[in-house]
């Protein structure tokens, strides 16, 4: 993707294009995408094989409210628009306590349709300059072990295999493992000595 018209050092919002041509704008999620964000969900979901979740189990409200509860505990919500169209989003959320307070767990969801144009590694790109930003160390994610297009989008920027939880999730009836990776992450300003 190459960087088109906008702020120049915009830490959320970025304008770029898409390998072929599309628009493309990454910007903080807001309560008016509420609605699009559950449909999004809700689509992956339906495919089965790449959510540990089921279309329906949020509603717009119940998503604003989520939303809100994430902005006050210090987390993040980026979406990424596809001319114009909600096309991907990713979450950070930030745990309570102090002895994890260095963590950053990561969700990402793309919409079939947007998939293989970067929209992936673009917002885990944002996710990691934030984490260094407000002084996360560590990025985490929990992934099924058979998404392979998402384990090498998440190698390429940076994460690692750090163990696997047997039998974790029940998804259509199905137990599935969850493989978990982990990005350190840099802190931010002149290198310590």
């Known amino acids: 993707m190459t960087a088109a018209a906008g702020r120049p050092g915009a830490l959320l919002r970025r304008h770029l294009r898409t390998p072929d041509g599309r628009t493309l704008l990454i910007r903080p999620a807001a309560s008016e995408d509420a609605e699009a964000l559950v449909a999004l969900r809700d689509a992956v979901a339906a495919e089965g094989r790449w959510l540990a979740a089921a279309p329906g189990e949020r509603s717009p409200l119940e998503e604003r409210i989520a939303l809100a509860q994430l902005s006050s505990t210090g987390g993040l919500c980026v979406i990424a628009e596809v001319d114009g169209r909600l ?20 969700s990402l ?53 750090e163990g696997r939880q047997r039998d974790h999730v029940r998804v259509a009836g199905e137990s599935r493992d969850l493989l978990l990776m982990g990005l350190a992450v840099r802190p931010a300003g002149p290198a310590s000595h």
Do not use: M
């Not at 096309?87 to 990561?106: F, K, N």
């Not at 793309?110 to 990691?128: E, T």
């Open 87 to 106: 096309s991907a989003q990713l979450t950070v959320i930030r745990p309570h306590g102090g002895y994890q307070a260095h963590l950053g767990e990561v």
């Open 109 to 161: 969801s793309v919409a079939a349709q947007a998939r293989g144009i970067g929209l992936g590694s673009a917002l885990l790109a944002v996710a990691a300059e934030w984490a260094q930003a407000v002084g996360i160390a560590k990025l985490w994610l929990a992934v099924f072990p058979d998404n392979e297009r998402a384990l090498a989008v998440y190698a390429r920027a940076g994460y690692v295999e």
